[in-house]
């Protein structure tokens, strides 16, 4: 990759065909989950040398939890032996780990998981990573309307004064800027409930690859593809 070419400060990703590409190889849904995460383990490496400073991910969405339960248990057995497996290598590498999401749904297991690896990474300055788990914008938008509406009855705050920086700011993403790229893998052409807020002037990728073989090759394409587009925000040049 040339020098001069533009890249994202936030890349977002929505990974999707792990049930698919497991499928197509006679296998169990599971099994294409854990070759979901080998990609994603790379993935977070090639986006952090890439140079970008912020990686979402969309892993685990609101409305996953309808999937069947043998599934949803192997996803979450997925999230803790991940945490087990990358913490310390995240660490070396300087990844801060956060998640964004109402965690109050998952087992004590898994929740302590998660607070671990974000105490182990706060230190971290290379890149922020965060793991959206059991996310939906829906869902994020309805928590901080309830917050604000919370804070105008408590006159904390007058509903004259919410402005879109407050809303932005009530929102589990307050901590990162709006993504600049969402890359969406398997060739569907949705956001499928994720950071519908934050996406208002993001650019757009989507690849038929099976999130378990996009690689640095494909990232390397999205990028290009990235660096090409002429981001406007209504103005006129
Ligand atoms: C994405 O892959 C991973 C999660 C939603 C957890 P899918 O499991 O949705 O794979 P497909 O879309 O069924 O192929
Ligand atoms: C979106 O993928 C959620 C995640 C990638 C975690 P889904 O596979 O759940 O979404 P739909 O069903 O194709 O919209
Ligand atoms: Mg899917």
């Not at 790379?42 to 339960?69: H, I």
């Not at 309830?146 to 901590?175: H, P, W």
């Amino acid at each position: 990759m040339s020098k001069e070419k533009l890249i994202p400060r936030h890349i977002a990703i929505i990974m999707d065909g792990n049930g698919r590409w497991a499928r197509m190889r006679g296998k169990e849904r599971s099994e294409g989950h854990i070759a979901g995460m080998d990609a994603l383990r790379e993935t977070v490496r090639n986006v952090a040398q890439a140079g970008v400073k912020y990686l979402t991910v969309y892993a685990f969405s609101t409305e996953n939890w309808g999937r069947p339960q043998a599934e949803v248990d192997a996803l979450m057995e997925l999230i803790c032996k991940g945490v087990e497996m990358e913490s310390a290598e995240l660490v070396k590498v300087g990844i801060k780990v956060k998640t964004i999401g109402d965690r109050s749904r998952f087992s004590d297991k898994v929740k302590a998981s998660l607070e671990k690896i974000e105490q182990l990474t706060q230190a971290g300055e290379n890149m922020t990573f965060a793991l959206a788990l059991n996310y939906s914008s829906r869902s994020e938008i309805t928590t901080a309307v309830r917050n604000l509406a919370e804070r105008v009855a408590q006159g904390e705050i007058k509903a004259e004064d919410i402005d879109e920086s407050m809303i932005s700011s009530a929102l589990y993403t307050s901590f990162m800027p709006d993504p600049d790229l969402i890359i969406r893998t398997s060739g569907e052409c949705r956001l499928s409930n994720f950071l519908m807020w934050q996406a208002s002037y993001s650019e757009f990728y989507f690849t038929p690859t099976l999130w378990p073989d996009f690689d640095k090759e494909e990232l390397e394409r999205a990028l290009e593809v990235y660096s090409t587009r002429d981001r406007r925000y209504g103005l006129v040049k």
